[in-house]
T-cell receptor
């Protein structure tokens, strides 16, 4: 199974942009790149996903490298509520095997 | 908003007990999942189900079973609880049909003593 590699932790200041990197050098052609985040004492929350093209939604942007071996989650203006563990994961969609392959995530601290 | 509800937030059980963890989703999702989350190990998939009465083993199914008699409900069963099953258990659902995002419950912190 293809895995992802993320920094253990990152720090940001409030209202500044945050770029969270993820490496997935063994990604296969049919793997979707998903990002989730987990706030303290809560279950993970879906953020964004993509396959090849960059994606934007109300929460964040996802920039995917041309060779798909890496991606970056962009929070345009960090707030204190964005402090969470961010997971970059691959979604294998082989037949009925729709499982997500989870890494350990990046713990993001946001300073006021 | 999609809601995934787990029956208990905290649970304490004794070794050898049979334990039922219940999960209900209210958005007619096809797929449902059970994970456990442990420090340093991340989320690991126990079982998933892509239809009523259908189930597939995940990465760590040993010591667990599941039941999906109705589309909205997915139960995780610990046949004989052991201390190494002390963990945070997370249920999730996803729509299927090309939509890929998963929605998680709040989790059940199970302690086996």
């Amino acid at each position: 199974d293809a895995k992802t590699t993320q920094p253990n932790s990152m720090e940001s200041n409030e209202e500044e942009p945050v770029h969270l990197p993820c490496n997935h050098s063994t990604i296969s052609g049919t793997d979707y790149i998903h990002w989730y985040r987990q706030l303290p004492s809560q279950g993970p929350e879906y953020v964004i996903h993509g396959l090849t093209s960059n994606v934007n939604n109300r929460m964040a942007s996802l920039a995917i490298a041309e060779d798909r071996k890496s991606s970056t989650l962009i929070l345009h203006r960090a707030t204190l509520r964005d402090a969470a563990v961010y997971y970059c994961i691959l979604r294998r969609n082989a037949g009925n095997n729709r499982k997500l392959i989870w890494g350990l995530g990046t713990s993001l601290a946001v300073n006021p | 908003d999609v809601k995934v509800t787990q029956s208990s937030r905290y649970l304490v059980k004794r070794t050898g007990e049979k334990v039922f963890l219940e999960c209900v989703q209210d958005m007619d999702h096809e797929n449902m999942f059970w994970y456990r989350q442990d420090p340093g190990l991340g989320l690991r998939l126990i079982y998933f189900s892509y239809d009523v009465k259908m189930k597939e083993k995940g990465d760590i199914p040993e010591g667990y079973s599941v039941s999906r008699e109705k589309k909205e409900r997915f139960s995780l069963i610990l046949e004989s609880a052991s201390t190494n099953q002390t963990s945070m258990y997370l249920c999730a659902s996803s729509p299927g049909g090309g939509r890929t995002e998963a929605f998680f419950g709040q989790g059940t912190r199970l302690t086996v003593v």
